[in-house]
């Protein structure tokens, strides 16, 4: 089967995020800002890696927000469950303004707002996990497969797994009711893997994008086209294999 590029989107979104976190954290650590028990917020909370931060969590959240919007058109097209899609574009949406909230509000700089932020988008973004997993069981013999289905469920699983701890550990460390160096590093590396399993998730939707061969945005402007004497006005959203919408 063939694979369009559209798969590769998620792909280099998620992975360059990774990467790039990966960067500041290099960069907080070399530079002497932070050199232990660092939280992905520690990598942007001084310059010049908060620039590098910032940037990469925007653009992947504008990123992010796109490729969701692309799947759920993806969905609806397959004749998925409208509500439930629905349900989970706009959690996913809120789960990106959540990450993109993160990299714009620094926590030494605007700590509550930053908070927010952050639980939106873990706690949002696990959300998501979940609906998309149901999701993607429904839709198992139509537009995608039952591997697809246990990897996101498998996924799901590590990231609820993993938030639970890191919460309970997380609110033991700042209220310093147990502030010792290995719950410190238990802490953030409970962090660490929940970021890098929620953006990993996001991956598996290049398994559908896989067969959109064509994106097309479609304007029409009161005026600029005479439809008395136009036969047909098609308007292609996403087109999965040879499934067509038009709008007339």
């Known amino acids: 089967m ?10 280099f979104l998620v992975f360059g995020v990774i990467a790039m976190w990966f960067v ?3 960069l907080t650590i070399g530079l002497g800002h932070k050199t232990s028990a660092v939280f992905i917020s520690d990598t942007g909370a001084y310059h010049p890696e908060q620039g590098i931060f910032t940037m ?5 959240a504008v990123g992010i927000a796109m490729t969701q ?3 759920y058109r993806y969905v609806t097209q397959f004749g998925g469950p409208t509500r439930l899609n629905m349900a989970t574009l706009i959690v996913g949406l809120l789960a990106a303004l959540g ?8 926590w030494n700089e605007m700590f509550v707002v930053h908070l927010i932020g952050a639980s939106m988008a873990f706690l949002l973004g ?15 013999d139509t537009g995608t497969t039952m591997g697809t289905f246990g990897l996101r469920l498998f996924l799901a699983i590590v990231v609820t797994g993993t938030l639970v701890p890191f919460a309970v550990t997380l609110g033991l460390v700042f209220t310093d009711t147990v502030r010792t160096p290995a719950m410190l590093t238990a802490t953030v590396t409970l962090e660490w893997i929940l970021g890098i399993s929620l953006l990993t ?8 994008l896989r067969k959109v061969t064509t994106v097309v945005i479609s304007l029409d402007i009161e005026g600029l086209f005479d439809l008395q004497k136009t036969e047909r006005l098609r308007t292609v959203a996403v087109i999965p294999g040879n499934i067509s919408m038009e709008a007339v």
């Open 2 to 11: 063939e694979y369009s590029r559209y798969c590769l989107s998620p792909l």
């Open 24 to 26: 500041c954290l290099g």
């Open 56 to 60: 990469t969590l925007n653009i992947g």
């Open 69 to 71: 919007v692309l799947h």
């Open 99 to 106: 990450l993109s909230m993160v990299g714009a509000f620094q």
């Open 126 to 140: 696990t959300a998501y996990a979940w609906l998309q997993t149901v999701l993607s069981y429904k839709l198992r």
């Open 201 to 208: 998730y996001l991956a598996t939707l290049a398994w559908e």
